[in-house]
């Protein structure tokens, strides 16, 4: 049976401190709806845990002509602000799409989109060093939990076969007691 979800891994040799992926963005709607689908701009997005909700910077905004749906007081490193709240759909690599995501408009210091724990906490997320080589990937839905505590317990074997008795018949097929063949050193 073949899953449900949508998923993307980067590979990167060596060990990176920024995870960024393409993405491609446009104002919010719906595809189901026989509408006009708007023209979808290619961005760069960086992942960051430490944000509550997704960020696009003012530029993207103009670009993509988004209209603002609201304001919203937001809280960053240099204190807060009173901000623009616009509606747009998010594509990113290979087929994961969300629609409808409320995005803050923010000053992002070189990158187009900031993408925030609304879209990461929303499946799995995984990054992995191991051999010079980060391994990035992304699921959605959530298909599993991820415990490294779990998975690095020792794990108790069961012996399902039955303990040989010393009458028994010895397991070579020699046709004496196990006691007089392979158990006399037991």
């Known amino acids: 049976m073949e899953s449900a979800s949508k998923s993307f891994t980067l590979k990167s040799n060596g ?66 602000a009173i901000v623009n709240v616009y509606a747009i759909n998010l594509f990113l690599p290979n087929q994961v799409a969300f629609q409808f995501i409320k995005v803050t408009e923010g000053v992002l210091n070189g990158t187009d989109l900031l993408i925030g724990m609304d879209i990461i906490s929303r499946g799995d997320f995984a990054i992995t060093n191991l051999g010079g080589q980060t391994v990035f990937s992304f699921r959605v839905p959530s298909e599993g939990k991820l415990d490294f505590v779990e998975e690095s317990k020792p794990k108790q074997v069961i012996n399902t076969r039955k303990k040989i008795g010393r009458n028994d018949s010895c397991h070579c097929g020699s046709g004496k007691k196990f006691k007089h063949c392979h158990g006399k050193n037991h």
């Not at 919010?28 to 701009?41: I, N, R, T, W, Y």
């Not at 103009?62 to 304001?71: C, D, E, Q, R």
């Open 15 to 80: 060990t990176l401190r920024v995870l960024k992926t393409p993405c491609g963005v446009c104002q919010a709607f719906d595809p189901l709806s026989g509408g006009k689908h708007p023209k979808v701009e290619q961005f760069t997005g960086l992942w960051d845990t430490g944000a509550t909700g997704t960020v696009i910077s003012k530029d993207c905004a103009l670009k993509l002509g988004l209209k603002p749906i609201s304001k919203a007081k937001v809280y960053h490193a240099n204190g807060e």
